[in-house]
Structure formats: structure tokens, C-alpha cells
């Protein structure tokens, strides 16, 4: 199979990729805001995105992703996930569509996020479109704060509360790059 591309999107002022190659296609983003549409047209393409999303004081963040599969076989991820402290919010709404045609696709979309205020706010809102039916489609979106049992416990363990929960905040992140060096 032909090396992997590798691509960050953080900054690119495009909002439209097409996948029209066979391959492993992974793109990066960081706090990008805006519209983000990924359309894979050849049956042998393997579409990765990994984003991560870090707010703080009032910023405001929104992502909008749209992956469309218009042949049979290929495969998607979209995985995304956000920190958000004091007041910062996120919106995120993705959508797989899979064209009549696209037999046999498999599409993944995640959205898991965590709030380390009690004012912070996430709005997630995944969503299928699916037309053909033998595919593998799924979608999960998660908010959450930081267990206590969690911090707890390592407290038994010698570590101090503040330092628990950034291991455990690392710990989340960890799985983003972990997921990302399985493609």
C-alpha cells in the first residue's frame, strides 16, 4: 500500500477535500473553527482526521465536519476532541452521508470532550445519512468532567489533586495521538 499522507489543516483556508486516491489520508487540525467537508471517491481510500480543541477564558470554538462516501469500499474516521476551561464553549455537529452506491463503506465519527469548569459548555450533535445497506456506520459524542474516583485514586497512589487531574487530562489527550499512530 502506498505511504501514508500526512497533512495539518490547522491554518488552511480550505474547507472542501476531496479523496480521489487510493491510500491512507490523515489530516490534523488544532482549534480550527469553521466548515470542514471530506468527500472519499475512490474505493481503496482510507480517510483519517484527528482534531484537538483547547479553550480557555471566553473563547468560542465551532466545528461543522461533513464526510461523504460516494463509493463502495473505501473507509473513514473522523475523531475530535476537546479540553475546555472557565467560560470557553465548543459547538460541533458532524454528519456522515454515504451515497446509494457506497456498499461496504465504513465511516466512524467521534466527538469526545471534557470540561474541567463548571461553566464551561460543549454542544456536540453527530449525525448519519445512509442510504445503502450493507455498511459499517457508527457515531458517539461524549461530555464529561474529570471523576473524582479517578483523582482519588491516584491520590492513594502518592499524587497530589492538581497533578491528578493533569495526568488524567494528558491521559485524555494520549488517546488522541495513540489512535493517530494506528494508521
Do not use: W
Not at 471517491?41 to 473563547?59: D, I, Q, S, T
Not at 460543549?122 to 471523576?147: F, K
Request: include cysteine; charged fraction near 30%.
Amino acid at each position: 500500500m502506498k505511504k501514508p499522507t500526512y497533512t495539518d489543516i490547522t491554518h488552511d483556508k480550505k474547507k472542501n477535500y476531496r479523496i480521489d486516491s487510493a491510500g491512507k489520508h490523515v489530516f490534523f487540525l488544532y482549534n480550527r473553527s469553521g466548515e470542514l467537508n471530506f468527500t472519499v471517491a475512490h474505493p481503496k481510500a482510507r480517510l483519517y482526521v484527528f482534531g484537538l480543541y483547547e479553550g480557555a477564558k471566553n473563547e468560542k470554538l465551532k466545528l461543522s465536519t461533513t464526510q461523504k462516501h460516494t463509493v463502495p469500499g473505501a473507509k473513514s474516521t473522523i475523531l475530535i476532541k476537546g479540553i475546555f476551561r472557565d467560560r470557553s464553549s465548543f459547538n460541533f455537529d458532524g454528519i456522515i452521508k454515504l451515497d446509494p452506491k457506497a456498499q461496504k463503506t465504513e465511516a466512524f465519527l467521534e466527538n469526545r470532550n471534557l470540561l474541567l469548569s463548571d461553566k464551561a459548555r460543549v454542544t456536540t450533535e453527530p449525525a448519519l445519512e445512509i442510504y445503502p445497506d450493507n455498511v459499517i456506520c457508527t457515531h458517539a459524542a461524549t461530555v464529561s468532567q474529570i471523576d473524582p474516583e479517578h483523582v482519588h485514586y491516584l491520590q492513594t497512589r502518592g499524587i497530589d489533586p492538581q497533578e491528578a487531574r493533569k495526568v488524567l487530562t494528558q491521559g485524555f489527550i494520549d488517546d488522541l495521538i495513540t489512535q493517530r499512530d494506528d494508521c
